[in-house]
Nanobody
Framework: QVQLVESGGGLVQAGGSLRLSCAAS????????MGWFRHAPGKEREFVAS????????SYADSVKGRFTISRDNAKKTVYLQMNSLKPEDTAVYYC???????WGQGTQVTVSS
């Protein structure tokens, strides 16, 4: 069993930055990859970024590449999403997840104003 709790969302102006955190508990955090997805109103949920269990490999959606950075601290059982140069189209609820599992957090709202 894995529990995931996101934090760090909020309201920011376009061009600003936010850092999301996802704290995990339960199974050994360092055993599994982690990912971030987002869901905007009227759109399907979409992949944002992922990171391998040891932090060596990362992957990003084209829409966020060069602006967002995913990282993890296995000692703190936490995965992060640093979001820079935010755009209004980044507005969504952001979820962390263990890829290819049923483990999802409750989500944190990110709103970017123009």
């Amino acid at each position: 069993q894995v529990q995931l709790v996101e934090s760090g969302g909020g309201l920011v102006q376009a061009g600003g930055s936010l850092r999301l955190s996802c704290a995990a508990s339960g199974r050994t955090f360092s055993d599994y990859d982690m990912g971030w997805f987002r869901h905007a109103p009227g759109k399907e949920r979409e992949f944002v970024a992922s990171i391998s269990y040891n932090g060596v490999r990362t992957s990003y959606a084209d829409s966020v590449k060069g602006r967002f950075t995913i990282s993890r601290d296995n000692a703190k059982k936490t995965v992060y999403l640093q979001m820079n140069s935010l755009k209004p189209e980044d507005t969504a609820v952001y979820y962390c997840t263990v890829p290819r599992s049923n483990y999802w957090g409750q989500g944190t709202q990110v709103t970017v104003s123009s």
